[in-house]
């Protein structure tokens, strides 16, 4: 029976030279490796949020510049003064996403050979770019 003990422990138990883990070590390590992963999604789902945000402004400031463009390329004598809006959808992320974009803003005239418009673009409730003022005066 001693021999059998004797057997048991020199097979399965640990020596000197033989070192393992325990199965608290592995458990802790495991709850380390959790928590890094946990840590590591939510660090990637803030990075994809701020890219998605940054797409919308930059999708924003863009409509905006092409209705400055538009103007700025329309005859002075053409662009009537009061409100306007248009709406826009706009695909983004290579059409994976689509977003509706809303260009508003007035158009008032200081003089008869001056407008001053005002350009605002929002999506989803949120003004991207607001009070972009710029004078357009006939040459």
Not at 33 to 58: E, F, P, Q
Request: hydrophobic residues 40%; glycine residues 4%; proline residues 1%.
């Amino acid at each position: 029976m001693e021999d059998h003990a004797r057997f048991l422990n020199s097979r399965f138990g640990r020596n000197a030279s033989e070192r393992g883990f325990s199965l608290i070590e592995m458990l802790i390590a495991l709850v380390i490796m959790a928590v890094s992963m946990l840590a590591l999604t939510a660090l990637t789902i803030t990075a994809m949020k701020t890219n998605m945000r940054t797409d919308l402004r930059n999708t924003a400031v863009r409509l905006c510049d092409e209705t400055a463009e538009t103007f700025t390329a329309t005859p002075i004598d053409s662009i009537n003064t009061g409100a306007y809006s248009q709406t826009q959808t706009v695909s983004l992320r290579n059409g994976a996403v689509s977003k509706t974009f809303t260009v508003s803003g007035t158009v008032t005239s200081p003089s008869s050979d001056l407008r001053q418009i005002t350009i605002n673009v929002s999506c989803d409730s949120q003004i991207y770019q607001q009070a972009v003022i710029f004078k357009h005066r006939s040459s």
